[in-house]
C-alpha cells in the first residue's frame, strides 16, 4: 500500500509518501511547499491542489492521508487552514484516490506512543521508523509532520496502533522494538 500524507498549511504545506507492507513501511518521497506570503490565498490553494496532483501522478498513491486542523489562533486563521486543507483532499479526489483524516493528536499518539509528542519527539521517530540516516539531509518539520501521517494510517491499517493503547515511552518502547532504530 502506498500512502501519501499531507500536513496542510497555508504557509507551508508538508508530504510524504510511504510505502508499507507486512514486513514495515519505507520512505519514497517527502518535500514541503513553501507559498509566498504575498500571494493571493486563492492562487496558495491552486498551488497546493496543482502541486500535490503532480506528487499523487508520480507516485499513485492507494490513499492520502491528511492531518485534520483542530484549533488555531483565529478564526480566520482557521479558515484558511481549512482551505489549505479542503485543496489537497480536492487532489487526492479528483485522482480518485480515498482521503482519511487524523486529528494530530492521533497521529502523535500512533507515531510516538504519546499524543502529547513534540515535533522533535515526531521528527525522531518518523527518522527512526522510516529509517533515514540522522546524518542525511534534514525533513523539515512539516515533511515529517506528512510522513508521521502517513505512518499513523499504514499503523491504523494494520492494527498496529490503537488509541489509548500506549502509556508510556518505557511501554511504547517494549511493545515496539521494532520501531526503535
Known amino acids: 500500500m502506498i500512502v501519501l500524507g499531507v500536513d496542510p498549511g497555508s504557509r507551508i504545506t508538508g508530504y510524504g509518501v510511504i510505502e508499507s507492507s507486512p514486513s514495515g513501511e519505507r520512505l519514497l518521497d517527502f518535500g514541503v511547499l513553501r507559498l509566498e506570503?504575498?500571494?493571493d490565498h486563492a492562487l496558495?490553494?491552486?498551488t497546493i491542489h496543482e502541486h500535490l496532483l503532480g506528487v499523487i501522478d508520480a507516485w499513485h498513491p492507494d490513499v492520502c492521508a491528511v492531518e485534520m486542523p483542530v484549533y488555531g489562533q483565529n478564526a480566520q486563521s482557521m479558515l484558511k487552514l481549512?482551505?489549505?486543507q479542503a485543496a489537497a483532499m480536492l487532489s487526492a479526489l479528483v485522482r480518485q484516490v480515498?482521503?482519511?483524516e487524523y486529528t494530530p493528536k492521533e497521529v502523535k499518539k500512533s507515531v510516538t506512543g504519546n499524543g502529547a509528542a513534540t515535533k522533535e519527539q515526531v521528527g525522531y521517530m518518523v527518522r527512526s521508523i522510516l529509517s533515514i540516516?540522522?546524518?542525511a539531509d534534514r525533513v523539515p518539520h512539516d515533511a515529517s509532520?506528512?510522513?508521521?501521517v502517513s505512518l499513523c494510517h499504514a499503523h491504523r491499517s494494520r492494527g498496529r496502533s490503537k488509541p489509548g493503547k500506549t502509556s508510556s515511552w518505557k511501554r511504547f518502547i517494549a511493545e515496539n522494538p521494532d520501531r526503535i532504530g
Open 37 to 39: 506570503d504575498s500571494s
Open 98 to 100: 480515498p482521503v482519511v
Open 133 to 135: 540516516r540522522p546524518d
Open 44 to 46: 496558495k490553494l491552486r
Open 145 to 148: 509532520d506528512a510522513l508521521a
Open 82 to 84: 481549512g482551505r489549505a
